[in-house]
């Protein structure tokens, strides 16, 4: 069974960057699409990008010019990078495999001063 | 952008009755790429429905997704406590990925 853990700072402060590291345990990361999806308290999913073994990446146009993502095939990883954080971003943030049939549990992370 | 709608917002039931969810595309979404999640407060969404109608793994046959163009259903034939939730639908055939804004479903 393939599992996913969100691992990063739980508070980052208003114009840094977001840094977040998925895990991926129970099965290799190779040849699939992997995914970052955000979702605020009480609010609904927001689709951020999503990125290839190969490095190949796709985001959201919403959040295009702050995000970056990457793999490390190596360490089963893989990490998202949002950079000028608002409190606008705060969120819960999952990884999940491809369009989404394994999540992480989710990992939430504020913006604050 | 496809915008996915889900209607209703709320769906007030009670144990034993048929919920019927729906979910309406701005643009055609192929059936292959509609799929339908639960979830559950302080949890992780988790995948129902792929492919719109293809149950995933342990999910009881209570559950079935239909649709097809811009019209997609889950219909939860009989409710159990267990599956008072909130759901939503999902479109990954056309980037950017996108999601409903969910339907609640709550104990009458």
């Known amino acids: 069974q393939v599992q996913l853990q969100e691992s990063g700072p739980g508070l980052v402060k208003p114009s840094e960057t977001l840094s977040l590291t998925c895990t991926v345990s129970?099965?290799?990361?190779?040849?699939?699409?992997w995914s970052w999806i955000r979702q605020p308290a009480g609010k609904g999913l927001e689709w951020i990008g999503r990125i290839y073994t190969s490095g190949s990446t796709n985001y959201n146009p919403s959040l295009k010019s702050r995000v970056t993502m990457s793999v490390d095939t190596s360490k089963n990883q893989f990490s998202l990078k949002l950079t000028s954080v608002t409190a606008a971003d705060t969120a819960v943030y999952y990884c999940?495999?491809?369009?989404?049939?394994?999540w992480g549990q989710g990992t939430l992370v504020t913006v604050s001063s | 952008e496809i915008v996915l709608t889900q209607s209703p917002g709320t769906l007030s039931l009670s144990p034993g009755e048929r919920a019927t969810l729906s979910c309406r595309a701005s643009?055609?979404?192929?059936?292959?790429?509609l799929a339908w999640y639960q979830q559950k407060p302080g949890q992780a969404p988790s995948l129902l429905i792929y492919?719109?109608?293809s149950r995933a793994i342990g999910i009881p046959d209570r559950f079935s997704g239909s649709g097809s163009g811009t019209d997609f259903t889950l219909t939860i034939s009989r409710l159990e406590p267990e599956d008072f939730a909130v759901y939503y639908c999902q479109q990954f055939g056309s980037s950017p990925w996108t999601f409903g804004q969910g339907t609640k479903v709550e104990i009458k």
């Open positions: 492919a719109a109608s």
């Open positions: 129970g099965g290799s990361i190779s040849s699939y699409y």
């Open positions: 643009q055609s979404v192929s059936s292959s790429y």
């Open positions: 999940a495999r491809g369009f989404g049939d394994f």
